[in-house]
């Protein structure tokens, strides 16, 4: 594991590897506390449903009903009885880190009950249900592309690349020390609700708190 992923090398493990640690820890527990009582080797893409069905008591996230007034709004007026509820965002997070620590505690890719079509399909579902009840748009950031030079511009350019010197004494280019690199991260992009809670992207860096507590 790189410095960077336990934490900038100074021996501590990162924000994001001890996140994943507790949620690991927290699923294990809830599969010893299953009546009855569930192995992780036959834990299947229902139980996860399951799971992340049970985390809903602990959300912090206003999600409108169909008949709420304030359906559709980002940022009601006033209260309303409609429940609270995981946001969506911090489920999709969730299931990433404990989709990576399965993997990483013996468990095979191909039977990775996080990576289950019917979680895939789960949280598509409730990212569109979520954002129409809210009024939240949760579409991901497209990346913008370089336009086109023109061929007599490349031309042009090709010409003088091929006039530079070398530098670096490596017989490389200067041009060819300018290729961005794009760093792993990032994702849809989130908000701030009127909640106070983060959703989307920045819930996924930040990462879904669990309590300990519900299971005791």
């Known amino acids: 594991m790189s410095a960077a992923a336990d934490g900038g090398g100074d021996g501590r493990p990162s924000r994001y590897e001890s996140q994943k640690r507790r949620d690991w820890n927290t699923f294990g527990q809830y599969l010893r506390n299953h009546r009855p009582p569930l192995e992780l080797s036959r834990c299947s893409g229902a139980h996860v449903l399951e799971f992340l069905r049970y985390l809903d008591q602990f959300g912090k996230t206003k999600v409108h009903a169909a008949g709420c007034p304030f359906f559709g709004q980002p940022c009601p007026p006033g209260p309303c009885p409609c429940p609270l509820r995981q946001a969506w965002g911090s489920l999709d997070a969730l299931v990433g880190r404990l989709r990576a620590a399965f993997e990483e505690n013996g468990g095979r890719p191909e039977t990775n009950p996080f990576a289950a079509r019917a979680v ?46 070398p530098e670096f004494g490596s017989g490389h280019h200067p041009q060819q020390y300018g290729r961005i690199l794009m760093m792993p991260g990032g994702g849809s992009g989130g908000e701030m609700g009127c909640d106070g809670e983060v959703h989307g992207g920045a819930a996924a860096a930040a990462g879904a708190m669990i309590p300990l507590s519900a299971f005791h």
């Open 120 to 165: 895939r399909l789960y949280l598509r579902d409730l990212r569109d249900s979520q954002a129409k009840a809210r009024g939240v748009a949760y579409d991901k950031k497209k990346r913008k592309r370089a336009p086109h030079a023109p061929p007599h511009a490349a031309a042009a350019a090709a010409a003088v690349d091929a006039s530079a010197p």
